[in-house]
């Protein structure tokens, strides 16, 4: 049963200007020539009260023509809200199905086109299309199951929800019987979904202006130096077909392609654009985006596009049957936050089906417990990495992440004392 | 400038026309003016402007909702007929429905002095810098990177609805935002941190702010350097008016949400542990916490960050008693959930643009002040810890399960703060936990900023979370596996 359906329009202009070293950024919602002229003229003026902006250090100012070799855009989605209540409906029945007794979720999907414009000549433009889709299953009030879905091709969608639907059931229904927890370390079993969201926290700390601010657990030394176990490779890549994050170019003008981040656990760069890579006398990865921290101005910063983690061996089920000590296997979680980010310390709380595994098996589900450990420990200790890589988008996973199931030897799980 | 009211009026007439049985039109026009600083040099600074209308009806009892820049006849005309066709494929079995409400046509705004966009760009880029300074000249080194934000919004709002009610806004709310890093010996601590309210720039003066903000700097320095780790059987824990307005929103405002309750956000905010409780007793017979514990959330007290007199639906806002002597006492309710609930709604109603749609939110949630003295709550303290400040902060997302690490902490020892500080004391327990430990709560009140994170899209509402000065008996400390990570 569909709760609501909305729908947006948003034609937005966003425009960075640089005068004298002096920068700032607006956005223009339906813009005409006459608001653009007007609020040009003002963010003119505007410039003009500021000091230097000791960052900023120019912008792609070579000339690029920009062919991407894959599509971001599939025009099945102009027809698909005509059929997407339909698929939703036959999703929740799919997890009614599969042992839910209560389903809850959103569909998302729009259709974009983004047109790019530099002072210093480059000019390029591009179509996306995109979906996602979070189902959440309950069976009474505490056991739970989720299940996700997205892309931006639109063949086979149908079966993408119905397996997130199916998914989300299943666990939902191995988690009823869910006793508390007991506190300890554990070596730890982490879904595609949970490690976008942990190691998550380290990829978006590849910004050097959230390391210059202390806002990443990454330092400069680590630069080079193997900080994750060898199994751990991963990329930015801003030119897959199902990528989310996926674009010709970032929003200066610079192309972009894949970049290696981490090769066999050592950290090989940063993710740059001209500014920073000018400040840091590296290569400019092509990664500018107008980043903000949460609240406030926006800045021209790097950001990933699509993170990609190279997949494993394992199969989840081989990665569960080597677990002959106490393992806990993690479906999905929520709400991390730093004690101290700059050193890494982090709790995190897993939700829905939580498992403990003993001598290769799943013994019986567990629940009430909270992931309290060091983003840069967990990065060192991770044992083993299948091979399900999944794309994960999703409330708490904000960047288009490409990752399998990764297990984390020996990681501290807390619970609440009264 | 005129909001373009007579669209919005176009927007429920054409809505009724085409057979909605509910409409309701947002004309939202805001301005957002932010500047940034890091250790002393202005990183950036901008003015965006937004202007749009929201259109959400009522169809064959099913919901839909537009919202659009283009305001002109033929953009909202489209959006009502975009809205009206979502609602009609929704094919919902069980009809949405809206309590009876009062119909009011009405105006409000919150006091504003000085006016952002009175106020020079230079003396607002000044106070970020002077701040700076400040901290600079006070705590350099110890307080190596400091980043500084100061964020400036006023918006202009015009809602009606097919059923007669109109409501005219103008809201005004200024906020500053701080994340800095002390040294230590352990490796140093850190510490986001923000103020805000409704008001114009006068807020800065009126209120103190660079004390307030030199002050949370004093005790993340003074943290950093001395606080030692200590192990401790069950103690007993003073938190301020900071730690107490967290655990009210996060631990009693957010599962008091009727549609969190209900299930709607279960698949982003989740559910919430109210929902086993009220299964087999009503709301007035729970009993939640200890007698002392009474929690408010009240949108109309003057100056609180979310400010409002009438919510997103113009229902009339008043003060919600969401616990009343340690028992249940109220939910969070807007139209929709208040008519399942077969009562009315209490003013819940927010949206934080016209590109949202109104949810049920919370404004300034807090708890209620007692009749102690700080003084007092301490003279009976054998041995404890006082926590002024914390850091890191979660819990589950049915609300029952939630950490709270202290930063600014002080070691109690007969009646007198110590000057031994602790380092990173945990508050990891239940709601039921904490709750059912607290026997005192003090006069006075402090109040944070807070942006409170829900719905899909994300919705980040300017909110209070306050209180006294709340003590706990025998408080079981959690952290001990994790203290050297």
Known sequence: MIDNSKIWYKDNLELFLAKEGKTTYFEIEAPTQEKIKTRIKNASKFLDFLPKNVLYNGIESNQHDYKSPVEFFDKKILKFSDKAPELVNVAIQESLEHGASKVAGVLYFGHSETNLLTSYGNEGSYLGSSYRFTIRSFVGPESSGQGLACGRDLTGVENSLINAGTSAGEIAKMAVGGTQGTPGRYDLIMSPTVAANVLGQLFDGLNPLKILIYMSPLKYEHIGKQIASKEFSVSDDALLNEGLGSRPFDVEGTPKGKTPIFSKGILERLLQNTSTSIMDKVENTGNSIFFDFGVGTKFLAPGPSNIVVEGGDYALEEIIAESKKPTIYITSNWYTRFTNIRGGVFSTIPRDGMFLIENGEIQKPIRKLRLSDNILRICSNIDAIGKDVNQIYWWEVPTPTFIPTIKVKDCVLTAATQ | MEIEKDLADIAVAYGSSRGASYVEAR??????????????????????????????????????????????????????????????????????????????????????????????????????????????????????????????????????????????????????????????????????????????????????????????????????????????????????????????????????????????????????????????????????????????????????????????????????????????NELFLNREYASILNTKSNAAARAISYKREPIIRMANTFFAPGNFTFEELLNDVKKGIYMKSFTEWN???????????????????????????????????????????????????????????????????????????????????????????
């Open chain 2, 27 to 328: 004309v939202v026009a805001s301005r957002n003016e932010n500047y940034a600083a890091r250790n002393g040099v202005l990183l950036g600074g901008g003015i965006s402007f937004s202007r749009g209308i929201a259109i959400r009806v009522l169809a064959n009892g099913s919901m839909g909702f537009c919202s659009t820049p283009n305001l002109t006849k033929v953009g909202v005309v489209d959006g009502v007929d975009k809205a009206l066709k979502l609602a009609k494929v929704s094919q919902r079995k069980n009809p949405i429905r809206f309590s009876e409400e009062q119909i009011v046509q009405t105006k409000w705004k919150s006091p504003v002095k000085n006016k952002f966009e009175d106020v020079s760009i230079e003396e607002k880029q000044n106070f970020l810098i002077d701040l700076d300074k400040i901290l600079k000249q006070e705590f350099q080194p110890k307080l190596p990177t400091r980043t500084l934000l100061l964020d400036l919004y006023s918006d202009q709002k015009y809602i009606v609805t097919n059923e007669g009610s109109k409501v005219e806004s103008e809201n005004s709310i200024i906020s500053t935002h701080t994340f800095n890093t002390a040294k230590g010996k352990a490796g140093g601590e850190q510490r986001m941190s923000s103020l805000g309210g409704t008001g114009g720039w006068e807020w800065i003066e009126e209120k103190n702010v660079v004390n307030q903000i030199l002050e949370n700097n004093r005790g993340l320095v003074k943290a950093a350097q001395h606080a030692i780790e200590k192990p401790f059987s069950k103690i007993d824990v003073i938190i301020s008016g900071e730690v107490a307005g967290i655990i009210a929103h996060e631990n009693v405002g957010h599962p008091s949400e009727a549609d969190r309750i209900l299930g709607r956000e279960g698949a982003q905010a989740g559910e919430s542990f109210y929902l086993d409780l009220l299964q087999n007793e009503n709301l007035g017979e729970i009993k939640i916490g200890t007698e002392q514990v009474t929690i408010i959330d009240d949108p109309t007290r003057p100056g609180n960050s979310g400010f409002y007199l009438y919510d997103d639906e113009c229902i009339k806002a008043r003060p919600r008693y969401l616990i009343k002597k340690g028992m249940l």
């Open chain 2, 395 to 485: 819990i589950d997302d049915r609300r029952f399960q939630s950490k709270y690490v202290g930063l600014e902490a002080y070691l109690i020892d007969n009646g007198e703060i110590t000057e031994t500080m602790i380092r990173r004391p945990v508050l990891e327990s239940t709601t039921f936990g904490l709750l059912s430990s607290v026997d005192g709560v003090s006069k006075d009140f402090y109040s944070p900023h807070g942006d409170c994170g829900k719905g899909d899209p994300m919705q980040g509402a300017p909110v209070w979370l306050g209180g006294p000065h709340v003590r706990l008996r025998d408080i079981k400390l959690g952290g001990e596996l994790n203290n050297r990570l």
